[in-house]
């Protein structure tokens, strides 16, 4: 039985309709006649979520790898505002996540009754579209009622916010079925193949052309950068831009002296990052990526091997250089566990692929999903071609995983060390949230989930762990110095008396008793020995429950170890 109102059971059909399988659920008395509808509808499954703010990541990851839309409903009030990190971090990242906010009846807002504030616009510029639901009496009211909900649900790429004033009693569940409702479908103009063509014309006809992806790719290309300086060879004329945003602001500056840059997205936005943008084609960047390197693999580029052999130099002065122990040690030692070409997948059973294997569509995802093949020669069946040389996928017989790295310091040495796509929440760049994006992740796949986590974003973000949705395939890998080491790096900063107490927010707090009241099997590491074991087991060893090892460091030595790698690049 559903809810007798009947916005809640418009909203319920067209969500079905629209094709949301996965919804993201927050306790509270005002949304109950959703949540109850969302539980009672066979084709939704739903995630129970307390931590408001969580709940919006975990939604956010749960998009990430279903790449579907994904519903995040709470309650009337502030609920809503907790919401809003989460859906400014999708905005950036054009991941369709739907916000169902309860709502007391417009005539309270504002005659101080209890949680009543104006939720319509809540959430502002960070969805695409908003909308707020009457409640109806009539034919026409339901029409319309139809219509907004539409018009919400056929937004792609972007999150939206559904907001339901619903009005006592809110707890009567006497409707047997579900209405039959109006679904409105938009039907996306795909680039044409000219277009395609005229593209990948343009950059093979340039005399120093750049293939750039954001997020969730562009590894070493900051040292490359460092390295070449200001020789005036490495610098591109012109630049095709596909994915998400950039990490290094010194790889920014750089491409900045490009003559032009081609920005490729699927919502025609004008994302001027280098300041000399001339082109936005809508479009899949995976698709336009992938015939680029077609025509690499036939019609060698000196500019594009010029940068191939740079990027070679780098990654054999990453891999040669030893780091003392610290967070950088950890990064790289896990990296090497899990992209190197011999050995043990990060899963129970899985044999990585190896050299001239066949691609196959069954088990492994090649470049037009998100995540890209094994490099080593392997061929890929959608289009013949040569894998990408420099984004290395541990592709498996009988599995795949996945690896999210928190903001700062966590995602910069990811920058260095991993030769694969890493999910980051870089569309604001916020600490909070990364350990809930790579939870709801986990929830909805069987692959392993890999997060690699500094202390100041995973203590904000504990609540992450207090989830009854959470198994075995969740594996943490937490970097604790003792305060925000990304503030030892910043120059002027040390000559601030504030800056460890203060800005850093130096502690001495562990993940040891968050893990025991959570059921999170937890491992420590104090040193070298004990971190590359620890790390042995994060990796390989089987469990029902999420796991965690925690690796303490000296923000000293962190510090050194970075330095010391960019000193010797140069």
């Given at each position: 039985?559903?809810?007798?109102?009947?916005n809640?059971?418009?909203?319920?059909?067209?969500?079905?309709?629209?094709?949301?399988?996965?919804?993201?659920v927050?306790?509270?008395?005002?949304?109950a006649?959703?949540?109850?509808?969302?539980?009672?509808?066979?084709?939704?499954?739903?995630?129970?979520?307390?931590?408001e703010?969580?709940?919006g990541f975990?939604?956010?990851?749960?998009?990430?790898?279903?790449?579907?839309?994904?519903?995040?409903?709470?309650t009337s009030?502030?609920?809503?505002?907790?919401?809003?990190?989460?859906?400014?971090?999708?905005?950036?990242q054009h991941?369709?996540?739907?916000?169902?906010?309860?709502?007391?009846?417009?005539r309270?807002?504002?005659?101080?009754?209890?949680?009543?504030?104006?939720?319509?616009?809540?959430?502002?510029?960070?969805?695409?579209?908003?909308?707020s639901?009457?409640?109806?009496?009539?034919?026409?009211?339901?029409?319309?009622?139809?219509?907004?909900?539409?018009?919400?649900l056929?937004?792609?790429?972007?999150?939206?916010?559904?907001?339901?004033?619903?009005?006592?009693?809110?707890?009567?569940?006497?409707?047997?079925?579900?209405p039959?409702e109006?679904?409105?479908?938009?039907?996306?103009?795909?680039m044409q193949p000219?277009?395609?063509?005229?593209?990948?014309?343009?950059?093979?006809?340039?005399?120093?052309p750049?293939?750039?992806?954001?997020?969730?790719?562009?590894?070493?290309?900051?040292?490359?950068?460092?390295?070449?300086?200001?020789?005036e060879?490495?610098?591109?004329?012109?630049?095709?831009?596909?994915?998400?945003?950039?990490?290094?602001?010194?790889?920014?500056?750089?491409?900045r002296?490009?003559?032009?840059?081609?920005?490729?997205?699927?919502?025609?936005?004008?994302?001027?990052?280098?300041?000399?943008?001339?082109?936005?084609?809508?479009?899949?960047?995976?698709?336009?990526?992938?015939?680029?390197?077609?025509?690499?693999?036939?019609?060698?580029?000196?500019?594009?091997?010029?940068?191939?052999?740079?990027?070679?130099?780098v990654?054999?002065?990453?891999?040669?250089?030893?780091?003392?122990y610290?967070?950088?040690?950890?990064?790289?030692?896990?990296?090497?566990?899990c992209?190197?070409s011999?050995?043990?997948?990060?899963?129970?059973?899985?044999q990585?692929?190896?050299?001239?294997v066949q691609?196959?569509?069954?088990?492994?995802?090649?470049?037009?999903?998100?995540?890209?093949?094994s490099?080593?020669?392997v061929?890929?069946?959608?289009?013949?071609?040569?894998?990408?040389?420099?984004?290395?996928?541990?592709?498996?017989?009988?599995?795949?995983?996945?690896?999210?790295?928190?903001?700062s310091?966590?995602i910069?040495?990811?920058?260095?060390?991993?030769?694969?796509?890493?999910?980051?929440?870089?569309?604001?760049?916020g600490?909070?949230?990364?350990?809930?994006?790579?939870?709801?992740?986990?929830?909805?796949?069987?692959?392993?989930?890999?997060?690699?986590?500094?202390?100041?974003?995973?203590?904000?973000?504990?609540n992450?762990?207090?989830?009854q949705?959470?198994?075995?395939?969740?594996?943490?890998?937490?970097?604790n110095?003792?305060?925000g080491?990304?503030?030892?790096?910043?120059p002027?900063?040390d000559?601030?008396?504030?800056?460890?107490?203060?800005?850093?927010?130096?502690?001495?707090t562990?993940?040891?008793?968050?893990?025991q009241?959570?059921?999170?099997?937890?491992?420590?590491?104090?040193n070298m020995?004990?971190?590359?074991?620890?790390?042995?087991?994060?990796?390989?060893?089987?469990?029902?429950?999420?796991?965690?090892?925690?690796?303490?460091?000296?923000?000293?030595?962190?510090?050194?170890?970075?330095q010391?790698?960019y000193?010797s690049?140069?």
């Amino acid at each position: 039985m559903y809810s007798n109102k009947d916005n809640v059971n418009i909203l319920t059909a067209l969500l079905v309709a629209h094709g949301i399988r996965h919804a993201v659920v927050c306790p509270g008395s005002r949304n109950a006649p959703i949540v109850h509808n969302l539980n009672e509808c066979p084709d939704i499954r739903c995630f129970p979520v307390t931590d408001e703010r969580s709940a919006g990541f975990y939604a956010l990851g749960m998009s990430q790898c279903l790449h579907q839309p994904v519903a995040v409903c709470v309650t009337s009030g502030t609920a809503l505002l907790n919401l809003a990190p989460a859906v400014a971090e999708a905005y950036y990242q054009h991941q369709p996540v739907v916000v169902i906010s309860a709502d007391r009846p417009e005539r309270w807002i504002d005659q101080l009754d209890g949680q009543t504030l104006p939720q319509p616009d809540a959430l502002g510029r960070f969805v695409r579209k908003a909308v707020s639901l009457p409640e109806p009496h009539d034919d026409e009211e339901r029409w319309y009622c139809n219509r907004l909900v539409n018009e919400a649900l056929m937004v792609r790429n972007a999150p939206v916010h559904i907001n339901v004033p619903i009005t006592e009693p809110l707890f009567q569940f006497t409707v047997d079925s579900l209405p039959q409702e109006r679904r409105i479908q938009l039907i996306p103009a795909d680039m044409q193949p000219h277009t395609l063509s005229h593209v990948v014309r343009m950059f093979m006809q340039a005399k120093r052309p750049m293939l750039i992806a954001g997020q969730p790719m562009n590894p070493n290309l900051d040292e490359a950068v460092c390295m070449v300086e200001n020789d005036e060879r490495y610098v591109p004329d012109f630049v095709l831009y596909t994915g998400g945003s950039i990490v290094s602001k010194r790889l920014k500056h750089f491409l900045r002296k490009a003559k032009e840059t081609w920005v490729i997205n699927e919502t025609g936005e004008v994302t001027d990052t280098f300041m000399n943008l001339t082109q936005v084609i809508v479009g899949d960047g995976t698709v336009v990526a992938d015939q680029v390197r077609f025509m690499l693999e036939q019609q060698p580029h000196p500019f594009v091997q010029l940068w191939d052999d740079l990027l070679a130099k780098v990654r054999s002065k990453a891999e040669a250089y030893q780091p003392v122990y610290s967070q950088m040690a950890a990064v790289k030692y896990f990296e090497s566990q899990c992209s190197s070409s011999n050995g043990q997948c990060p899963t129970s059973n899985g044999q990585r692929s190896m050299v001239n294997v066949q691609c196959s569509t069954s088990n492994v995802q090649c470049p037009t999903s998100n995540v890209q093949c094994s490099m080593f020669n392997v061929q890929c069946p959608t289009s013949n071609v040569q894998c990408s040389m420099f984004n290395v996928q541990c592709s498996m017989v009988n599995g795949q995983w996945s690896t999210h790295y928190a903001n700062s310091s966590a995602i910069r040495l990811a920058n260095i060390y991993a030769r694969h796509p890493v999910f980051c929440n870089r569309g604001v760049n916020g600490i909070e949230g990364s350990l809930s994006t790579a939870a709801g992740f986990s929830c909805v796949t069987d692959d392993m989930v890999f997060c690699v986590i500094g202390d100041l974003s995973f203590f904000y973000d504990q609540n992450a762990l207090w989830n009854q949705n959470l198994r075995g395939n969740l594996r943490i890998l937490l970097l604790n110095n003792g305060k925000g080491g990304i503030f030892n790096m910043l120059p002027g900063l040390d000559q601030s008396p504030a800056r460890d107490r203060f800005v850093a927010a130096e502690h001495h707090t562990t993940a040891e008793g968050i893990c025991q009241q959570t059921h999170v099997a937890y491992l420590k590491a104090t040193n070298m020995e004990e971190m590359k074991k620890g790390i042995a087991t994060l990796i390989r060893q089987e469990s029902d429950t999420p796991m965690l090892l925690e690796v303490f460091t000296n923000p000293v030595d962190d510090q050194t170890a970075l330095q010391t790698y960019y000193q010797s690049l140069k």
